[in-house]
């Protein structure tokens, strides 16, 4: 026997909940695409079987850039997006975007193993330069990269003189001349979180830890099966349309979760990272070429601290956890000391991180030449429509999803069309110079800040800062103290209002304070997580 309640038969089964769109994977391409969807008025679910941003889009060199390198590959169009997108960008999340400037040390006996159109071209050409890189032709690619994005608010290429300069200082002596130009830097992983925030705001559901476990056609829609990983639970719901933004997986999206016939292919790029504690002085960053044809950036990290990468390396399973291996650090510790004036050492590190780039499989010769370009596919040959999408750069998410969208609406007719642009994320409402005076602000507001506490909070949370810290009239308010300025306040806030679960999501994606934590420290944090945490509902809606 069955009762009517409240619209609902107790005892029957439920109608599933059915939306236009249903995205697969909470990485910065999913997010973005969330994000535009239910801003543009779409009913709009993601499903994130781990935590957000928790493979590739938390594991990039954390930049915003055209891409330099790419313009040896004749990647024109790549290079132009991405460079026209850096402005746009930054104007939408000054507190977690900020202008950067790149130093590129010249030598001109240095040769290079370079397999690039462009050198092939040039060692043709000019067989007496075989292996070079002449002064010129770097010239020439950042007057391109000047211009082809049309920039407004970065300041253009110089040409330095390294010598008894702060940007000489850390490099050996026989680097007299540098190239220095612009570029962004970016807070990855906390880009994924605030394109999900303001999807969620924009009335999207967003679901982390729930794992599709399969997605079958029926009468022209999806029926997926959702799985909360914490409890087991399953639960169906329907969509009209599918987006597999599932990264690495990918490919086992397509053929083993929606059994689609595509035959489009994903090449798996392991790119590792390196952290040692600061290596120099001044807050820019170095573009070094190494002789092997390939570059790495060396990058201040975290005021203390230098991010060194990244690597190309295939790797064969998205189920295999990446890891930064032993060869690659000790790569990456030979390349820098080709410029560096002293020397580290594999004890100098004191992280590594690594990802998989899912790229579009072109079918190139290695790793490193693989396009960086997206490729996005819509499979409707047996009626509900699946867009299965390949590649991207972290700097080029926002125009994927527009392009996304372009696909995604004629099966929708009468949605809007393009708003993202400029559009500030969660915090970013402020001006792109204004980050000091917010700081300064905040100080003042809060008198027990200093200004490493302050700087940290708007780096991470801008004008939101404030509901962070709410009525707290001391130190004392903000509750129990984890260690390195992390409060029980601002862990309440990442659990409640940025899908935080474990100490893991919070100290290494939501910040970096895993840093300047003790594991003893990290582990008290998860414990208290995990006694707060109210039992999941899973996935009911």
């Not at 290429?157 to 490099?171: C, K, Q, R, V």
């Not at 605030?194 to 729930?210: F, H, T």
Request: aromatic share 10%; with cysteine.
């Amino acid at each position: 026997m069955s009762i009517w309640w409240g619209g609902h038969v107790l005892g029957a089964t439920p109608e599933p909940v059915t939306y236009d769109l249903f995205v697969i994977g909470g990485g910065i391409n999913g997010c973005g695409i969330a994000r535009d969807a239910a801003g543009r008025g779409l009913r709009v679910a993601l499903a994130e079987m781990n935590d957000l941003g928790s493979a590739t889009s938390s594991a990039s060199t954390k930049l915003f850039h055209g891409g330099l390198r790419y313009l040896e590959y004749f990647e024109i169009n790549l290079v132009r997006h991405a460079l026209a997108e850096r402005e746009t960008l930054l104007s939408a999340m000054p507190h977690i975007s900020w202008p950067m400037r790149f130093v590129l040390p010249y030598h001109a006996d240095m040769r290079f193993e370079s397999e690039t159109p462009v050198s092939r071209f040039l060692n043709v050409l000019m067989p007496w330069m075989r292996g070079r890189r002449p002064a010129w032709m770097i010239r020439f690619g950042l007057f391109l990269y000047d211009h082809l994005g049309g920039r407004r608010i970065l300041p253009g290429t110089e040409t330095l003189s390294l010598a008894g300069t702060p940007e000489g200082a850390p490099l050996e002596g026989r680097f007299e001349k540098a190239f220095e130009y612009s570029d962004c830097w970016i807070e990855d992983s906390r880009l994924v979180v605030l394109n999900a925030r303001d999807a969620e705001d924009r009335g999207a559901r967003i679901m982390v830890r729930s794992k599709v476990q399969s997605a079958r056609r029926i009468d022209g829609r999806w029926d997926i099966t959702v799985q909360d990983r914490a409890t087991g639970r399953e639960q169906t719901l329907r969509a009209r349309m599918l987006v597999n933004a599932g990264g690495p997986w990918v490919g086992d999206i397509i053929h083993n979760k929606v059994h689609s016939r595509s035959n489009e292919g994903v090449r798996l790029v392991r790119g590792s990272h390196i952290v040692t504690k600061r290596l120099f002085e001044h807050d820019k960053c170095y573009f070094f070429q190494g002789t092997d044809g390939r570059i790495i950036f060396a990058i201040p990290y975290e005021t203390d601290f230098t991010l060194i990468g990244t690597t190309d390396a295939e790797h064969d399973d998205p189920d295999r956890k990446p890891e930064c291996t032993p060869e690659e650090q000790r790569y990456l510790v030979d390349f820098a000391n080709q410029y560096l004036r002293r020397k580290i050492g594999l004890d100098d590190i004191v992280w590594t991180y690594s990802g998989v780039r899912p790229l579009y499989d072109d079918g190139a010769s290695s790793a490193t030449a693989a396009t960086r370009d997206y490729t996005l596919k819509v499979d409707d040959t047996s009626g509900a429509p699946i867009l299965n999408i390949f590649g991207g750069k972290i700097t080029t998410y926002r125009r994927l999803a527009e392009d996304a969208m372009e696909r995604i609406i004629r099966y929708f007719p009468g949605t809007p069309g393009h708003w993202t642009a400029g559009v500030p994320l969660p915090g970013g409402d402020f001006a792109v110079n204004g980050v000091d005076e917010l700081i300064e602000r905040l100080m003042r507001d809060y008198p027990f800040l200093n200004a490493v506490w302050a700087r940290r909070l708007v780096r991470a949370y801008g004008t939101q800062s404030w509901d962070v810290l709410a009525d707290a009239k001391g130190e004392s308010d903000l509750g129990r103290v984890f260690g390195a300025t992390l409060t029980e306040r601002e862990v309440c806030w990442l659990m409640d209002r940025e899908y935080a679960q474990t100490a893991e999501d919070v100290v290494w994606r939501r910040n970096k304070l895993g840093l300047r934590l003790t594991p003893d420290e990290v582990g008290r944090l998860d414990t208290w997580m995990q006694a707060r945490r109210v039992p999941d509902a899973g996935v009911a809606v």
